[in-house]
């Protein structure tokens, strides 16, 4: 590579590794004069980089947002951040899914053989666990809108769909939009929500983002309320699993190896008793949910505790008998 290309890859570096760069300290960074500064600068400029100079005794130069995206330049470490980045957006179900394959694969093009090799050690494929319905995609549109909603501190109006779809009679459009308080978009189990406070309930809600259909404009803006918990990590526990960890919780041993429970549990706790016996520890709102949700298996369960599972149990029995007599 010719010297003064060499030297303007070092420059875009620097200037891309921080806000500001005084003028001297780049010239003895890059062991050139201030002059050939000057002219470095002016070729990255012609190349597309949006280079802003400041004057006088601590002038410098910045590397600034502009209307276009040109080159990037991006260390080892950088580059292999990127690229894991990537093949974990596509099994993130924002509806960029696409667009991350091709990222991908034009990041990895230009990589030199070391670093090909180094991600190539890491392959993330997304795998659907049998019998469970794959979630809802989030519109990528949706989700940008929500978040600028966020950042802004804008007051949010949106569509909310149903749970279930509604028919072709959808009324939707008869229903008031919803009024929040955007504070958080995040993704768990799979899917997208947003947090917000609600302003036609006086209490904080979450959203499935798959089921948001943003109004414009946004309203007035809004001073951030305090989260309950302090933080977003434990008011979505919470929110998901009860304050903490779920109301009900019981310990079962079902007749069925251990590998074919644990497939289908996402957040219980499953130990091997044997070839054909576990024990498995799991929550729900409710106890009959979490008989339930145990019932599933279709194997013989035995009631470790407690006695309002087992009470659960046998009140789901009678009401199943009077089902099959009826």
């Given amino acids: 590579m010719p010297k003064t290309s060499a030297r303007l890859l070092s420059l875009l570096s ?6 500001d760069w005084p003028g001297a300290l780049l010239a003895e960074r890059l062991a050139v004069s201030p002059r050939t500064v000057r002219r470095d600068v002016d070729r990255l400029r012609e190349l597309g980089y949006p280079i802003h100079a400041t004057k006088g005794p601590d002038g410098g130069y910045r590397l600034d947002a502009g209307t276009a995206l040109p080159p990037l330049l991006f260390d080892d470490e950088q580059a292999v951040a990127l690229a894991v980045a990537l093949q974990i957006a596509t099994t ?8 991350a394959v091709r990222a991908l694969s034009t990041v990895r093009q ?3 053989a070391r670093l090909r090799r180094r991600i ?3 392959q993330v494929t997304a795998v ?26 804008e007051v949010l109006r949106f569509d909310y769909a149903p749970a279930s779809p509604v028919g072709a009679g959808d009324d939707r459009a008869d229903t008031p939009p919803r009024r929040v308080e955007p504070h958080h978009v995040v993704t768990w189990g799979g899917r997208w929500y947003l947090i917000a406070w609600d302003l036609d309930r006086d209490d904080w809600r979450t959203f499935r983002a798959d089921r948001i259909t943003p109004r414009t404009p946004t309203g007035p803006r809004f001073n951030p ?5 302090g933080e977003v990590a434990a008011f979505v526990v919470s929110r998901f699993q009860g304050s903490g960890g779920w109301p ?17 549990t996402s957040d219980g706790l499953v130990e091997a008793l044997g070839p054909d016996r576990c024990r498995l520890v799991l929550g729900s709102w409710s106890w009959p949910g979490l008989a339930a949700s145990i ?8 009631v470790v505790g407690p006695t309002e599972l087992k009470d659960a149990f046998a009140h789901l029995a009678r009401r199943y008998a009077d089902a099959a007599a009826d």
């Fill in 120 to 122: 190539d050690t890491l």
């Fill in 128 to 153: 659907e666990r049998p019998g469970i319905r794959s979630n809802p995609r989030a519109d990528t549109g949706v989700l940008v809108a929500l978040s600028a909603a966020v950042q802004a501190r």
């Fill in 110 to 112: 230009v990589m030199p």
């Fill in 14 to 19: 620097l200037l891309q590794a921080r806000r």
């Fill in 92 to 99: 993130a179900g924002a509806g960029i899914e696409e667009a």
């Fill in 248 to 264: 009900c919780r019981g310990e079962v041993i079902l007749d069925l190896p251990a590998e074919d429970v644990s497939r289908y």
């Fill in 295 to 302: 019932g599933r298996f279709d194997a013989d369960i035995e």
């Fill in 225 to 229: 309320r305090e989260l309950p918990g």
